[in-house]
């Protein structure tokens, strides 16, 4: 998953500053929040929430041999890499 440098904040700011990072969440699509520099919540917008909603619910409604299917030709998860907030600062600039 790629995520844009500008998509991410602190913890604190959300907290302090919420109404700016709903926005943020408009413009993006999706804010994911940070906690000691890791990814620890996502703040959807409604329009992808919507979007996201309506593929949970047509895989929901797969048949069960067609939905495992599809979940073996997912690629399988890795080990994932994590990144301090100086490290993705550093990568912005």
Do not use: W
Not at 31 to 45: E, G, H, M, T, Y
Not at 62 to 82: N, V
């Amino acid at each position: 998953m790629i995520i844009s440098t500008k998509a991410l904040v602190s913890n604190s700011e959300m907290i302090k500053n919420y109404k700016a990072c709903r926005e943020k969440a408009d413009d993006y699509g999706k804010l994911f929040i940070l906690k000691n520099n890791q990814p620890d919540a996502v703040l959807l917008s409604i329009d992808e929430y919507e979007r996201l909603s309506v593929i949970i619910e047509y895989f929901e409604s797969l048949k069960a041999e067609d939905a495992i299917k599809y979940a073996a030709s997912l690629p399988k998860e890795g080990i994932r890499k994590k990144y301090s907030m100086d490290h993705l600062n550093n990568e912005e600039k």
